[in-house]
């Protein structure tokens, strides 16, 4: 055989050689981790819409992963967020329950700034491994906020606000494993007097023939479509100081939209998560003579001058 054309079938075979060696070392060196566990638990919260702070808490995605050959010792690894089921503005997230959205975000920072799931804002960690084949674990957290103030969203009752959120795990841009994680959210129907009662004040002359009026007001902010009931201890009264009887009813002048006034009875109303205005109207029958032996008096020392307002929902 010619030498010359033996060495050149040699330097060809060698050549054929290190593209074939180089174009496996290229398919080691882009073969992504393994990750047997990519999870997360998800957080859930219960929400007071009336607080005057955010609702906020703390959750973490879980990873073990094995390294394959081509990986290097130390992985950084990149975790993605959608934007859940019922995507809002800017990144936010949407909470579907009771035929009403609520608000909240996913956060990669734990001052609430950096939406998780918006503007290229990413979860990253770094799994140190041992040799080809052992495994690494870690976990990286992330955080959650429901802004304050969505008062007119209604209750839940038994069931929750949820949604679903979508994680997507990546090596160098390249996707490793995908995953889920829930997120649920109570509110729990809450009533409250948000304007307490003025003093109730008749200005009164012993029989006179007309009768004497008084009005105050309050205010009641329930959680939306939550039924409430507001009622006194007593609606009619003779005052134990001066001798005048009178009445108090609740809602004759004022009341919440779709209630109605009954004389003598309690109000029953449906919160808005809005304050609500009640009035309590006082009547003063005319001629009566009461108790008074000088020029003016008043009920300051009466036993029974003072009632008890309650609201149950």
Same mark, same amino acid.
């Given at each position: 055989?010619?030498?010359?054309?033996?060495?050149?079938?040699?330097?060809?075979?060698?050549?054929? $050689?290190?593209?074939?060696?180089?174009?496996? /070392?290229?398919?080691?060196?882009?073969?992504?981790?393994?990750?047997?566990?990519?999870?997360?638990?998800?957080?859930?919260?219960?929400?007071?819409?009336?607080?005057?702070?955010?609702?906020?808490?703390?959750?973490?995605?879980?990873?073990?992963?094995?390294?394959?050959?081509?990986?290097? =010792?130390?992985?950084?690894?990149?975790?993605?967020?959608?934007? &859940?089921?019922?995507?809002? @503005?800017?990144?936010?997230?949407?909470?579907?329950?009771? &035929?009403?959205? $609520?608000?909240?975000?996913?956060?990669?920072?734990?001052?609430?700034?950096?939406?998780?799931?918006? &503007?290229?804002?990413?979860?990253?960690?770094?799994? *140190?491994?041992?040799? %080809?084949?052992?495994?690494?674990?870690?976990?990286?957290?992330?955080?959650?906020?429901?802004?304050?103030?969505?008062?007119?969203? +209604?209750? #839940?009752?038994?069931?929750?606000?949820?949604?679903?959120?979508?994680?997507?795990?990546?090596? =160098?841009?390249?996707?490793? #494993? /995908?995953?889920?994680?829930?997120?649920?959210?109570?509110?729990? !129907?809450?009533?409250?007097?948000?304007?307490?009662?003025?003093?109730?004040?008749?200005?009164?002359? #012993? $029989?006179?023939?007309? !009768?004497? /009026?008084? %009005?105050?007001?309050? /205010?009641?902010?329930?959680?939306?479509?939550?039924?409430?009931?507001?009622?006194?201890?007593?609606?009619?009264?003779?005052?134990?100081?001066?001798?005048? *009887?009178?009445?108090?009813? $609740?809602?004759?002048?004022?009341? +919440? +939209?779709?209630?109605?006034?009954?004389?003598?009875?309690?109000?029953?109303?449906? &919160? *808005?998560?809005?304050?609500?205005?009640?009035?309590?109207?006082? @009547?003063?029958?005319?001629?009566?003579?009461?108790?008074?032996?000088?020029?003016?008096?008043?009920?300051?020392?009466?036993?029974?001058?003072?009632?008890?307002?309650?609201?149950?929902?």
């Amino acid at each position: 055989m010619d030498p010359a054309r033996t060495l050149h079938c040699i330097v060809r075979l060698a050549r054929l $050689l290190a593209a074939a060696l180089a174009l496996l /070392a290229a398919a080691q060196s882009a073969q992504a981790v393994s990750c047997a566990t990519f999870s997360s638990p998800g957080w859930s919260l219960t929400y007071d819409p009336f607080a005057a702070v955010a609702a906020t808490t703390t959750s973490t995605v879980n990873l073990t992963c094995t390294r394959q050959t081509g990986d290097p =010792k130390n992985v950084t690894l990149t975790i993605t967020a959608n934007s &859940g089921l019922n995507p809002g @503005a800017a990144g936010q997230a949407l909470l579907a329950g009771s &035929g009403a959205l $609520l608000q909240y975000g996913n956060y990669t920072d734990v001052t609430n700034t950096l939406v998780w799931n918006a &503007g290229g804002n990413s979860l990253s960690i770094t799994l *140190s491994f041992g040799g %080809i084949g052992s495994t690494a674990s870690g976990s990286v957290p992330f955080y959650a906020n429901i802004p304050a103030g969505q008062t007119t969203l +209604p209750p #839940s009752g038994a069931s929750f606000y949820t949604d679903t959120i979508s994680l997507q795990l990546l090596e =160098k841009g390249t996707p490793v #494993s /995908a995953t889920t994680f829930p997120v649920s959210v109570a509110i729990n !129907p809450l009533c409250t007097i948000s304007t307490a009662p003025g003093a109730l004040t008749f200005s009164y002359t #012993s $029989l006179q023939g007309t !009768p004497g /009026a008084a %009005i105050s007001s309050f /205010a009641v902010t329930c959680t939306n479509t939550v039924p409430y009931t507001a009622s006194l201890d007593a609606y009619s009264v003779t005052d134990a100081a001066v001798n005048l *009887s009178y009445t108090v009813n $609740l809602g004759q002048t004022t009341r +919440p +939209p779709g209630s109605a006034y009954s004389p003598g009875a309690a109000l029953s109303a449906t &919160g *808005s998560g809005l304050a609500q205005t009640i009035s309590i109207d006082g @009547a003063m029958p005319a001629d009566q003579s009461g108790t008074c032996a000088t020029a003016t008096c008043t009920n300051a020392a009466s036993a029974n001058n003072i009632r008890t307002l309650m609201i149950t929902y």
